[in-house]
Each structure stands twice: as structure tokens, then as C-alpha cells.
């Protein structure tokens, strides 16, 4: 988020062969190589001997076309990246790759600046975090970051554990705990979108808002990864971190600057204030057979991995209520699931009524109250939706909408991990996730980790059970 310039780095990616640094961290590492803006080097760390420098070199530049990155525009010959196996993850394992790091950091000519990448199941973060310490490479001349995927921990106790080990070799100012969310630019609109027009700002509370929905709503299923899913299930998935973190930019105070500890000091303050969650305000949903977007689709348990006897939730909808001046009293309702009607993220501010209606012909419930729709993706943009008088002799209103889409404007738009690979490089921790703020979110989830859900069914390619109409007490929900 700042200009500054960056000095040569090597990265590591632990996970250099593994899917999402295949599907999204080289061709984001490509494109920023492509814009010059720094010097860097990557060790692809990966778990086996099948690699080696000239061979990793073809894996990703293969990786790269099969993900539409043009490589022959970038005339890049690959000489930058390198392959070192961290086999089962021993501590001897670590030892050699920290004995390759100072080998390529003398050969390089580089100064120590180095950034650690897990790109591995969470299962192995532990692992990782403690080698590294323990083989001292969290220690050089230079300024040394790590970078830790989503989620972190499963509930509020292994965070804080996973915390602590963190805490142990670095201190909180080289983490960066990603969630890719705040990498979208649309969500980073959203604090542009509050803070720069006042006009919005000053409806931003209580008295002006009834109610606030937020939906990830998505067409896959499961895809390959049944083995991390069905442990973890959309709750742990995507409500403790992507929807979260969507609901703590809604509903914070302003920050003094747009600075990163002033922006998530905001931000735990909301989390801090949500009331404890009721269960009867949670409702857990699993796919079953039907079609998405005119395809045929198997039901989560006939998917391949998972159990037929699986309860894993694939769509979860619920309640928040967050007890500050600005919000107390309106319900904040986050929804998200798999295989669901049509993919879309988006934020749906319902907006009071006006308190009477004058028009003799409508009740004041006939008047459809003003919403402003957020969309994050796919089609980002705003739409404002407002009433007019239908021109004609009887008085009829119809709603009509505001439209903005940055496409049309703006055309590409980076890819959340290219804008965060730079952040992490510029040091600018503002969109990451701080130690208390994770901790503060996996406080309000866990409670609800052990309790005993029913699952509802919904068929593929609808918009979830029937029974998350109930959290919204007789209105619809805004996508439909
Ligand atoms: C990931 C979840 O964090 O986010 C996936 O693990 C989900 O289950 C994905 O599909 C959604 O991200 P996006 O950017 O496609 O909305």
C-alpha cells in the first residue's frame, strides 16, 4: 500500500510444489517479477526428491501456461527460482535447506532479506514454524518475514498455541497471516468506499440501517480437497475468516489512518463487541444431489473422500449481533455455502423505512426499503436501489438502482495474491490478520464447535436450506 522501494529478497515457498502455490502464488510471483518491482528469488521447498533446480523450472513455467499466465511475454528463462526438498520435515531436512539458503545468499550476492512462505496443510504449520526456528532461520543480516496460509488453528485454543509458537522465532511484526479475502481489491474498497464518502458514513449506524447481510455464496463443491474439508467444514472454512473478516471492515469505527495497527486495532474492537452467538440463530447445511448452472451435481457425501455417514457442513447461515453505540440492535446475518445457486460474494445494506408512509395507496411494509449491494465478486461493483414515481396518472412506485461496475471503468483487476505477495515485501501488515485479531474471531466461533448441529439438506443449485429464511424474520434475503 506504500511506494517504498523494496530490496532483493529470497522467498521460500514451503509447499513450492503444492496447489495453491502452483494455482496461485507463482503466477502472482510472476506478475510481479513481470512489473519490476523488486528483485527476487524463490526456493521452491517442496516434500519430494523428484525436483531439482532445472526440473522445478519446467514445473512452473508448465504451471504457469496451465493457468493462463503468458509466459512468452515474460521472456523469462526461470534462472531466478530453485528446488530444495525438505523431505519429511525433519530438523536435519530444515538444516540443509537452511545450508542452501546461505549458499544461494552468497552466491546471490543478497543481503539476508528473506520471506517464508507456508503454502502446506494446516496440520503441518507446526512442523514448519518450530524447524525453522530451531535450524536458526529466522535469524540473518536482513529483514525475515513469514507468511501462514488460512486457518489458523481450529479453535481458540490451538490458535493461541500456534500463536505462542510463532511468537517464539518471530515477533509480531515479521507475521502475516493471510487471508486472502483482504487481498481482493473489492474488499479493500470497502474502506475507500466508507471513509472517502461521507455522504455514506454519516447512514453508517443504527438509526439508519436494518439490517446487514453478508453472502459467499459459491457453485463447487468440495473439488480435490475432501480430506481438508470434510475436518473442516464452511464454518471453520470460511465464516471465522473470509465472512469475518468482510463483517469487521462493515461494521468498524474509523480508523486515524489508514496504517496497519490502526486499521486492526478498528477491527478487533468489533469482533470484541459481538454478543455470544445463539445456537438458535445458526443453521448448518450439507449438499445433495441436483444441478448448478444446468449441471448435474453429486451430493456431498457421494464425493469422492468423503464419508457417506459425513454431518460436515457445507453451508452455514447465522446471526451476529454486535453490541457498540454504532450497531447495537441490528442484525449483521452472514451466509455462505457450496454448490449453490450462483457464485457470488456480496454485501446487502438494508437501509429503515421511512417512518410513515403518506402515500394512502401503500402501507408503509408495500415501501420497499433503499439498499445499497456491495458485490465483491464476480461483477464488483455497487448498486444503489431507490424508488421512483412510475410517470402516469395513478401513483405508482417502482425501485430502481445505481449502477457501478470497475470493470467498465477500470478493466484488470490484480489477483488478491499478487497485491498481498507485495504488501508482505513492502512490509505493510495492514491487510493481514493480527495475533489478537485471529484469536478474537476463533473466541466467538468456538463455542459453537461443539455443539451438535442438525444438518439440513438442500439440493445442489438452490440457495441453501429453507431454514435459513427463519434468521431473517419474515424478509428475503437480498440474493435471491
Ligand atoms: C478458501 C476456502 O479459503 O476460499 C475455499 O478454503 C473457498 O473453500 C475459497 O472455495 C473461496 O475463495 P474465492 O477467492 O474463490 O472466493
Known amino acids: 500500500m506504500n511506494g517504498k522501494k523494496i530490496p532483493p529478497y529470497l522467498l521460500v515457498i514451503v509447499g513450492g510444489t503444492g496447489d495453491l502455490a502452483r494455482r496461485k502464488l507463482l503466477p502472482a510471483i510472476c506478475r510481479l517479477r513481470e512489473k519490476n518491482l523488486s528483485e527476487f528469488y524463490l526456493i521452491g521447498a517442496g516434500t519430494g526428491k523428484k525436483h531439482n533446480d532445472l526440473t522445478y523450472r519446467d514445473f512452473v513455467a508448465r504451471s504457469l501456461e496451465e493457468e493462463g499466465v503468458d509466459i512468452g511475454a515474460m521472456g523469462d528463462s526461470f534462472d531466478w527460482l530453485y528446488y530444495h526438498s525438505?523431505?519429511?520435515?525433519?530438523?536435519?531436512?530444515?538444516?540443509?535447506?537452511?545450508?542452501?539458503?546461505?549458499?544461494?545468499?552468497?552466491?546471490?550476492?543478497?543481503?539476508?532479506?528473506?520471506?517464508?512462505?507456508?503454502?502446506?496443510?494446516?496440520?503441518?504449520?507446526?512442523?514448519?514454524?518450530?524447524?525453522?526456528?530451531?535450524?536458526?532461520?529466522?535469524?540473518?543480516?536482513?529483514?525475515?518475514?513469514?507468511?501462514?496460509?488460512?486457518?489458523?488453528?481450529?479453535?481458540?485454543?490451538?490458535?493461541?498455541?500456534?500463536?505462542?509458537?510463532?511468537?517464539?522465532?518471530?515477533?509480531?511484526?515479521?507475521?502475516?497471516?493471510?487471508?486472502?479475502?483482504?487481498?481482493?481489491?473489492?474488499?479493500?474498497?470497502?474502506?475507500?468506499?466508507?471513509?472517502?464518502?461521507?455522504?455514506?458514513?454519516?447512514?453508517?449506524?443504527?438509526?439508519?440501517?436494518?439490517?446487514?447481510?453478508?453472502?459467499?455464496?459459491?457453485?463447487?463443491?468440495?473439488?480435490?480437497?475432501?480430506?481438508?474439508?470434510?475436518?473442516?467444514?464452511?464454518?471453520?472454512?470460511?465464516?471465522?475468516?473470509?465472512?469475518?473478516?468482510?463483517?469487521?471492515?462493515?461494521?468498524?469505527?474509523?480508523?486515524?489512518?489508514?496504517?496497519?495497527?490502526?486499521?486492526?486495532?478498528?477491527?478487533?474492537?468489533?469482533?470484541?463487541?459481538v454478543s455470544p452467538i445463539s445456537t438458535d440463530e445458526v443453521i448448518f447445511g450439507q449438499y445433495t444431489r441436483g444441478a448448478v448452472q444446468g449441471k448435474e451435481a453429486a451430493s456431498y457425501t457421494e464425493e469422492e473422500g468423503i464419508s457417506k455417514e459425513s454431518h460436515t457442513e457445507t453451508f452455514v447461515a447465522l446471526k451476529l449481533n454486535?453490541?457498540?453505540w454504532r450497531w447495537q440492535g441490528v442484525p449483521f446475518v452472514l451466509r455462505t455455502g457450496k454448490r449453490l445457486f450462483k457464485g457470488i460474494t456480496e454485501v446487502a445494506i438494508t437501509f429503515r423505512r421511512p417512518p410513515v408512509s403518506i402515500f394512502r395507496q401503500f402501507s408503509i411494509k408495500d415501501i420497499q426499503p433503499n439498499k445499497l449491494v456491495m458485490t465483491l465478486q464476480p461483477n464488483e461493483g455497487f448498486d444503489l436501489f431507490f424508488k421512483v414515481k412510475e410517470p402516469g396518472d395513478s401513483y405508482k412506485l417502482s425501485t430502481q438502482s445505481l449502477h457501478f461496475e470497475y470493470s467498465e471503468v477500470f478493466g484488470r483487476i490484480p489477483d488478491a495474491y499478487e497485491t498481498l505477495l507485495l504488501d508482505v515485501l513492502r512490509g505493510d501488515q495492514t491487510l493481514f490478520v493480527r495475533a489478537d485479531e485471529v484469536e478474537a474471531s476463533w473466541e466467538l466461533y468456538t463455542p459453537l464447535l461443539s455443539h451438535s448441529f442438525d444438518v439440513y439438506n438442500y439440493a445442489s443449485g438452490t440457495w441453501g436450506p429453507e431454514e435459513a429464511e427463519q434468521l431473517l424474520d419474515g424478509e428475503k434475503w437480498c440474493t435471491m
Do not use: C
Not at 519429511?88 to 545450508?99: M, R, T
Not at 461521507?198 to 449506524?205: G, V
Not at 463447487?220 to 464454518?235: F, I, K, S, T
Open 322 to 324: 454486535i453490541s457498540n
Open 86 to 273: 525438505v523431505g519429511g520435515g525433519s530438523v536435519e531436512e530444515y538444516k540443509s535447506l537452511a545450508d542452501r539458503v546461505a549458499e544461494l545468499e552468497k552466491k546471490l550476492n543478497l543481503s539476508g532479506n528473506r520471506v517464508f512462505y507456508l503454502a502446506v496443510p494446516p496440520s503441518v504449520f507446526p512442523n514448519a514454524i518450530k524447524n525453522i526456528g530451531e535450524v536458526g532461520l529466522n535469524k540473518s543480516a536482513g529483514e525475515i518475514k513469514l507468511v501462514v496460509e488460512k486457518p489458523f488453528g481450529q479453535d481458540l485454543q490451538s490458535a493461541r498455541e500456534l500463536n505462542a509458537l510463532v511468537h517464539k522465532y518471530f515477533d509480531e511484526s515479521q507475521i502475516y497471516r493471510i487471508d486472502h479475502y483482504l487481498g481482493k481489491e473489492t474488499v479493500q474498497n470497502l474502506l475507500a468506499f466508507r471513509f472517502s464518502n461521507a455522504m455514506f458514513e454519516s447512514l453508517w449506524n443504527r438509526d439508519r440501517i436494518e439490517r446487514v447481510e453478508i453472502t459467499v455464496a459459491e457453485t463447487v463443491g468440495v473439488e480435490h480437497r475432501a480430506g481438508y474439508y470434510d475436518r473442516v467444514g464452511a464454518l471453520r472454512d470460511m465464516i471465522q475468516n473470509h465472512l469475518t473478516q468482510l463483517l469487521t471492515l462493515i461494521a468498524m469505527e474509523v480508523p486515524t489512518a489508514l496504517e496497519a495497527d490502526d486499521v486492526r486495532h478498528e477491527k478487533v474492537k468489533v469482533l470484541r463487541a
